[in-house]
């Protein structure tokens, strides 16, 4: 879900004043005269989408195919065929969110099988980097080849990721496969349900937009807690490898329908001459070198190598021979800096097709909102990775116990969310929102500094978890239509995109901080506070929750355990808060658009 640090700057990325000032003039300055074009030079049309009504019964004629195909879809099908979509969508949510809630539970018993507990936090990193380097070229995708092409692609990589996942073999082997999967099962459930993000704003209008995205994330409502109970059963009397190899029978079932239902439309669109399918006269080896220059494949490499390079020394120095001093931790460093570096110059005088977009970059509310998606999701991810062990080992809870506290979340926003996006609907308005939710993520994080520690009562932990749904879920629906209010049809999957890569590099982060702090506190605690017949079992309670969970509650290791964690904890979210200030910086950044005035789509839509 930028600013982001990674910014393009092309020779001509300084227009002229009167060239700003121009676009500056048509920017919204009340509510009674909103605006038609944005910050970014993109046109934007108000109700009706256009003067001339022949012009809102066929595709844009200035749109790429894949935005032209979808315009066509829609104004092809009728309502049961949107209903069917809608459905399609929830039940694609559904299985994405049991999948996730089994996998928060399950991984930290899949990575302590192999003694690798305290490698959590790579994993997550390497996961949020090359997550975050995908969403750029799939929206190409999406507008060069179409919604449902690159919809299918997405289920074909998480469903291999989840084969990966439950084959894995040894600690080698499931560390490779995490690598791998991070390329499948990561970047595929991610671009799936970006893909059906896509979609969503494709078949709805922008004042309910607010409300879709409510509709197709309510499934979390259930997950929740059938979620936490399936991986109990899935640990207790089967394993933890179905855990995971059950969805890679499930998932392609279940997105088949929406698949077969674009394309079947979009044949009913060619045979009514809504869109036509031309040839591009280009070789095989034309065709390869076209694409690789267009989805900027040496970009994508560049960046999420180097990200991910940068980031892992953070949580790796702790356990190396001579920490920070180890040669390939500090080689680590300078290769990642330098991937960066390179990056940004590719971008600037190299890329044909850019990574980012500069005029995405330049939009206020754009920046203002990706911002705060990257500040949020580092503040949440400063402590969230180590949450479920905590609550296991220092609140003595059960795997689903734990699933369920930790999916308070999940329940709160699933329900909340359709009431905001009524609201979004009857007012217009979004960024009022924030002022509320902002204030509340950040008090009630600072709240769990003083409760997330041993021998609290657990209804205060929830507490605290139920202020940071309700801010949080707000957040998220708040940053999404700020960048789509923003923007135009013609742009919805890149500033989709655009806001998808700063919330992951913002996770990619967040788990580095976590990474980081866990590996220079808990191991030094734990070793102070381990009572000395303990000691000799060190690395072995370090690296293994089982180990860990196998001590009596009240025994003086358990106690010295339980000890540990709370410091750890207290270090985590006392960064993830400090960070969350910056938010309000952002906020002030976002533009205050009426949506319900703003037209992006065309045919039979929510």
């Given at each position: ?400 116990e734990a699933g369920y506290v930790g ?52 209804g205060y932990i929830v507490m605290c ?18 960048v789509l209010a923003a923007s135009d ?118």
């Amino acid at each position: 879900m930028s600013a982001s640090t990674f910014s393009r700057f092309k020779p001509d990325f300084l227009r002229k004043k009167e060239e700003t000032a121009a676009v500056d003039s048509t920017l919204p300055v009340d509510d009674k005269n909103p605006a038609t074009v944005t910050g970014d030079g993109i046109a934007r049309t108000q109700e009706p989408a256009s003067d001339d009504p022949e012009k809102d019964v066929v595709p844009a004629e200035d749109a790429q195919r894949g935005v032209q195909q979808v315009e066509a879809v829609t104004l092809t099908w009728t309502k049961p065929y949107l209903i069917a979509v809608f459905f399609n969508m929830w039940m694609l949510y559904f299985v994405n969110a049991m999948q996730l809630s089994i996998l928060y539970n399950l991984l930290p018993f899949a990575t302590s099988a192999f003694e690798a507990h305290s490698l959590l936090t790579v994993i997550y990193i390497v996961s949020n980097s090359m997550t975050a380097a995908i969403y750029i070229p799939l929206a190409k995708m999406l507008d060069l080849w179409g919604r449902a092409e690159g919809f299918l692609l997405m289920v074909g990589f998480a469903t291999l990721g989840m084969i990966l996942m439950a084959s894995s073999n040894g600690i080698t082997t499931f560390c490779v496969a995490q690598l791998t999967i991070q390329v499948f099962y990561s970047i595929g459930f991610g671009g799936l349900i970006y893909s059906v993000d896509v979609i969503t704003a494709d078949v709805s209008k922008l004042k309910n937009r607010g409300l879709a995205y409510a509709f197709t994330s309510s499934p979390y409502i259930i997950t929740a807690f059938a979620g936490s109970k399936v991986s109990d059963e899935f640990y207790y009397n089967v394993s933890w490898r179905w855990g995971f190899g059950a969805f890679s029978i499930i998932l392609p079932f279940v997105a088949a329908p929406l698949f077969f239902i674009l394309k079947i439309h979009l044949k009913k669109a060619e045979s009514h001459g809504l869109v036509v399918r031309e040839r591009s006269g280009r070789s095989l080896g034309q065709n390869i070198w076209f694409y690789v220059q267009e989805f900027d494949a040496l970009g994508v490499f560049l960046f999420a190598s180097g990200l991910t390079i940068f980031l892992l020394p953070f949580t790796l120095a702790d356990t190396a021979p001579q920490g920070w001093k180890s040669g390939y931790i500090i080689a680590m460093i300078i290769v990642g800096f330098v991937l960066l570096v390179l990056f940004g110059l590719h971008e600037s005088f190299l890329a044909k097709q850019p990574f980012l977009n500069v005029n995405l970059l330049t939009n206020r509310t754009v920046i203002g909102a990706c911002s705060l998606c990257t500040t949020y999701q580092i503040s949440y991810y400063c402590w969230n990775s180590y949450f479920s062990s905590f609550l296991q080992v220092v609140s003595n809870l059960s795997i689903a116990e734990a699933g369920y506290v930790g999916s308070t979340f999940d329940v709160l926003s699933g329900a909340l969310l359709l009431g905001v996006g009524l609201l979004i609907r009857k007012t217009g308005y979004f960024k009022w929102l924030l002022y509320f939710a902002v204030p509340l993520y950040i008090f009630a994080q600072g709240l769990m500094i003083h409760f997330r520690q041993p021998n609290q009562y657990i209804g205060y932990i929830v507490m605290c978890q139920i202020f940071i749904s309700v801010g949080g879920a707000i957040i998220i629906i708040c940053e999404q239509l700020a960048v789509l209010a923003a923007s135009d049809h013609q742009h919805v999957a890149a500033v989709l995109a655009l806001l998808y890569v700063s919330g992951n590099i913002g996770g990619a982060v967040g788990n580095s901080i976590c990474g980081a702090i866990w590996t220079n506190t808990f191991p030094e605690a734990l070793m102070r506070f381990l009572p000395e017949e303990s000691q000799a079992d060190f690395d072995t309670i370090y690296g293994d929750l089982d180990t860990q969970l196998s001590y009596a509650v009240g025994s003086p290791t358990r106690i010295g355990i339980q000890k540990a964690y709370g410091y750890a904890q207290e270090k985590m979210l006392i960064a993830g808060t400090c960070i969350m200030v910056l938010s309000f910086v952002w906020v002030l950044m976002i533009r205050n658009i009426n949506v319900a005035k703003i037209s992006q789509t065309k045919g039979t839509v929510f």
